[in-house]
Nanobody
Framework: QVQLVESGGGLVQPGGSLRLSCAAS????????MGWYRQAPGKQRELVAA???????NYADSVKGRFIISRDNAKTTVYLQMNNLKPEDTAVYYC??????????WGKGTLVTVSS
């Protein structure tokens, strides 16, 4: 079993910043991809950012230039630095990892609310 624990969500004013963290533990072998998704009320879950084992990153167009994904040296914790937050960034943010062999694991999510 793999457990993913997200933290760092909360309420922030427009233009503010938050940093999300996701720590993976348990039966971790080789993680191929670590990523963040989000789901706003009434909308489908969408990819926000992902980082592959080799370091390649991928971002949704809506967050390019504002969000930065990174990970720790052990490659078991992934971060999402979110800057210049907008009300439309309000959503539940989920961490996801894909292990070698294709197994996917999801965290339970952390709520980010951008409001004045």
């Amino acid at each position: 079993q793999v457990q993913l624990v997200e933290s760092g969500g909360g309420l922030v004013q427009p233009g503010g910043s938050l940093r999300l963290s996701c720590a993976a533990s348990g039966s971790i072998f080789v993680i191929n991809v670590m990523g963040w998704y989000r789901q706003a009320p009434g909308k489908q879950r969408e990819l926000v950012a992902a980082i592959a084992s080799g370091g390649t990153t991928n971002y949704a167009d809506s967050v390019k230039g504002r969000f930065i994904i990174s990970r720790d040296n052990a490659k078991t914790t992934v971060y999402l630095q979110m800057n210049n937050l907008k009300p439309e960034d309000t959503a539940v943010y989920y961490c996801k990892i894909i292990q070698r062999g294709g197994m996917n694991y999801w965290g339970k999510g952390t709520l980010v609310t951008v409001s004045s």
